[in-house]
Structures are given as structure tokens and as C-alpha cells.
């Protein structure tokens, strides 16, 4: 597959953007930032270095730096190291202070996310930032990569759908696979292997693995969060598969529900409900729909049919470069609700419903905004896959 992603584009919006805040220099340090700026995976703490003039370079762990040079379009690149000297600070500090930024204003990535790697600005890098250059002024540029990052173009497009086909391989190849008494580590390997034969280059979840849970595991009170364990698969119990390939350093994700055996009919009843969520959230990914608005019509759903209480009050969150895993993501709070989805965003829309001693089921799946709602950028089915075995 060729797609080309045009990076000189990337940095010009980049520059745009600080010109408009007034930002002479941004130090990206987020994970997001990193991989959106650099084009490569890049796994250190590192910083990018962006100037309104439109100067990129990167400065990251040195015994990294030849392989990301080869990988990356960034030819100016420094390498750091946990020595005096080479410290990743002290290298950025000097770079700063030898381009005549020591009075600048500065962009940094300061915030929070549920993400526990998303790679804000520490307390101690802020405090020896402020130290040694006490005549710059320094400002939140956070909004920055998210803004410009927001809408896909159509070359992160195609990539995405690629992304979107390896996550529904792996489902169809664990469909073929799985029976009673198979256990959850096997089913997350044999994903795994289908999505490496076929181009995942990388598991990105912080829960270290594919995310598989059966029967109790299911219906964690709002658990949304399933690592596999060595429990066995049994028959009438449900199965969550939740798959997780990168392809070119752009994410995917991918949940389906299976049942070996038949369901009871209080299983057959929350595959309903779920099935009727599922296409109501993904209906309403409509060009011009507030965030608010979508998880409002959901929840009236849930509402409806009686099971609100067993849903996660949270329905999706943003998808894209390695790192991309949140902004913004779908709930009713004061951070997003104002957030009008536009054409070609691509968010992962999410449904989780656990119903104690019945069972839970999950839906991940990417999900383009589009005029008319959203389109799924996976072909597995939302229903409950049933598996007579």
C-alpha cells in the first residue's frame, strides 16, 4: 500500500499555529507529539524542537539516534544519554541558548490524561526550564498537535484502514480458532501472531497485551480494562477479544463479543441492547455533532432499556499516531462535551456493558465522521458472534 504522509505540511500548520499564539519556540515532549512530528517510532523520553521559522529537530536517547535517523524524516537529531553533559535537558537547554531563544516565549506540553504514558512536561523538567532560562516566558501549547492532529487527511486515511484490516484478521483468525477450554494468553497470542504476520509492527495498550476477558471477567463493574489471564474459556460464557495493531505508526482497535455454545436469554437480551447502542453511537459520529450531544443520545438508549447502571459512562476516545489515545475522547464532561466532531475525524467509538453474573460486551471499533454519520473503518459485524460448538 503507498501512502505518503507530507510532513513539511505537518510543520507549516505547526508554525501557523505558534504564530498565532505568539510561540517563538514549541518543545513537544507528548508521545503524540513525538511520533506526529517525527515519523518514526520513538519510545524515549525525547523532545521535538519547532521554531516559527519552521527549524525541526530532535533530540532523543543516543543509542537510538542512527536507527530513528534512518526511520525518520528529521535529519537534525541529537543524542542525549543519562550522563553530565548528555543529559536530555542539558542538551535541549544548550540548543536553546546557542539559537538566541534564552528570552523567547516557549511552548511547552504541560496537562494530565487518564494515559499514564502520554509524555507531558514534568514538575522537574518545568522547574529547571524556568531556572536556567528565568528571562523566557513559557506557555501551555498543549492544544497545538491536538488541534492540527484532530482531522485525518486522506494519506492517514488509507493508513488507518489498513490499521482497521489487520485489527478484523486477527478477529476472523481467533474466530477460526477458538473452543472450549482454549485460554485467554492463547487466544491474545494467536491474535497477536496474525496481526505481525500481516504488518503490526507494534502492541501499543499500556495494559501490555491484547485485551481478552471470559465469563466473571466480563462484568467487572464498569471494567473496560481486560489483560489476558491463564483462566480457561468455557462454554456459555462471554467472551470479549479486543485486538490492538499499529501499521506505519497509526493505531488501531478493535473489540468483538463471542459466545461458545448458545446464549441464555439474559445474555441474548444485553447482546440486543448492546447491538442497538453500538449502532446508535455510531450513527450519531454525524459532521457537526457536539460531543455532549452523542453521548446524550446514547445514554437515552441505555436509559430506555434499563441497563444505564451497567454502562461505562464513556463512549469512544481519539485514535491516530502512537501516542493518540485520547483527545477527544467521548464524555458528557466539561473538557469535551463542547467539541464539534468535523468530517474525517476518526474516533473510536466504545460501548461497555457488564451485567453481573450474565456477562459484559465491548465494543472498540474506529469510526470516521462523515456528513451522514459515522463509518466503521472495520468489517467486523457489531453482533454477537455465536459459535455453536
Given at each position: 500500500m503507498i501512502a505518503n504522509i507530507d510532513y513539511s505540511k505537518r510543520v507549516a500548520n505547526i508554525c501557523a499555529a505558534m504564530e498565532k499564539q505568539g510561540i517563538d519556540l514549541l518543545l513537544a515532549t507528548r508521545s503524540k507529539s513525538v511520533t506526529y512530528l517525527g515519523g518514526a517510532f520513538i519510545p524515549w523520553r525525547s523532545v521535538v524542537i519547532v521554531s516559527r521559522d519552521g527549524y525541526v529537530g530532535l533530540n532523543t536517547l543516543l543509542m537510538d539516534v542512527a536507527r530513528i535517523k534512518d526511520d525518520s524524516w528529521i535529519t537534525n537529531l541529537n543524542g542525549c544519554a543519562p550522563i553530565q553533559g548528555l543529559e536530555l535537558w542539558e542538551v535541549t537547554l544548550e540548543w536553546i541558548q546557542e539559537n538566541g531563544f534564552e528570552e523567547a516565549?516557549?511552548?511547552?506540553?504541560?496537562?494530565?490524561?487518564?494515559?499514564?504514558?502520554?509524555?507531558?512536561?514534568?514538575?522537574?523538567?518545568?522547574?529547571?526550564?524556568?531556572?536556567?532560562?528565568?528571562?523566557?516566558?513559557?506557555?501551555?501549547?498543549?492544544?497545538?498537535?491536538?488541534?492540527?492532529?484532530?482531522?485525518?487527511?486522506?494519506?492517514?486515511?488509507?493508513?488507518?484502514?489498513?490499521?482497521?484490516?489487520?485489527?478484523?484478521a486477527a478477529q476472523a483468525r481467533i474466530e477460526?480458532?477458538?473452543?472450549?477450554?482454549?485460554?485467554?494468553?492463547?487466544?491474545?497470542?494467536?491474535?497477536?501472531?496474525?496481526?505481525?504476520?500481516?504488518?503490526?509492527?507494534?502492541?501499543?495498550?499500556?495494559?501490555?497485551?491484547?485485551?481478552?476477558?471470559?465469563?466473571?471477567?466480563?462484568?467487572?463493574?464498569?471494567?473496560?480494562?481486560?489483560?489476558?489471564?491463564?483462566?480457561?474459556?468455557?462454554?456459555?460464557e462471554s467472551l470479549l477479544v479486543d485486538m490492538h495493531p499499529t501499521y506505519r505508526n497509526y493505531y488501531s482497535d478493535l473489540s468483538h463479543n463471542y459466545i461458545?455454545?448458545?446464549?441464555?436469554?439474559?445474555?441474548?437480551?444485553?447482546?440486543d441492547v448492546y447491538l442497538e447502542t453500538s449502532e446508535t453511537l455510531i450513527e450519531s459520529f454525524k459532521t457537526g455533532t457536539k460531543i455532549g450531544d452523542v453521548c446524550t443520545t446514547v445514554m437515552a438508549v441505555l436509559e430506555r432499556r434499563g441497563y444505564a447502571e451497567y454502562a461505562l459512562p464513556g463512549f469512544g476516545h481519539g485514535l491516530g499516531v502512537i501516542g493518540h489515545e485520547w483527545f477527544p475522547a467521548i464524555f458528557n464532561n466539561d473538557e469535551f462535551r463542547d467539541v464539534v466532531l468535523e468530517t474525517n475525524v476518526v474516533e473510536v467509538a466504545a460501548v461497555v456493558i457488564n451485567v453481573p453474573d450474565v456477562g459484559g460486551m465491548r465494543l472498540e471499533c474506529p469510526v470516521r465522521v462523515t456528513p451522514n454519520g459515522?463509518?466503521?473503518?472495520?468489517?467486523?459485524?457489531?453482533?454477537?458472534?455465536?459459535?455453536?460448538?
Open positions: 516565549t516557549i511552548g511547552v506540553e504541560l496537562g494530565h490524561s487518564p494515559r499514564m504514558t502520554a509524555g507531558f512536561l514534568f514538575a522537574t523538567e518545568y522547574d529547571y526550564l524556568r531556572e536556567n532560562l528565568p528571562k523566557a516566558t513559557f506557555v501551555n501549547a498543549v492544544g497545538i498537535t491536538d488541534e492540527i492532529s484532530y482531522i485525518k487527511d486522506d494519506e492517514e486515511i488509507k493508513i488507518m484502514r489498513q490499521a482497521a484490516a489487520i485489527a478484523d477460526e480458532e477458538l473452543y472450549v477450554g482454549i485460554s485467554e494468553v492463547e487466544i491474545a497470542g494467536i491474535g497477536e501472531m496474525e496481526m505481525r504476520r500481516l504488518g503490526s509492527e507494534f502492541h501499543w495498550p499500556v495494559t501490555g497485551s491484547n485485551e481478552i476477558a471470559s465469563g466473571y471477567r466480563t462484568w467487572y463493574p464498569w471494567g473496560g480494562c481486560t489483560p489476558p489471564t491463564q483462566k480457561i474459556v468455557q462454554r456459555g461458545l455454545g448458545q446464549p441464555s436469554p439474559a445474555q441474548q437480551k444485553l447482546a459515522g463509518e466503521m473503518l472495520c468489517t467486523t459485524p457489531l453482533e454477537l458472534t455465536i459459535l455453536d460448538v
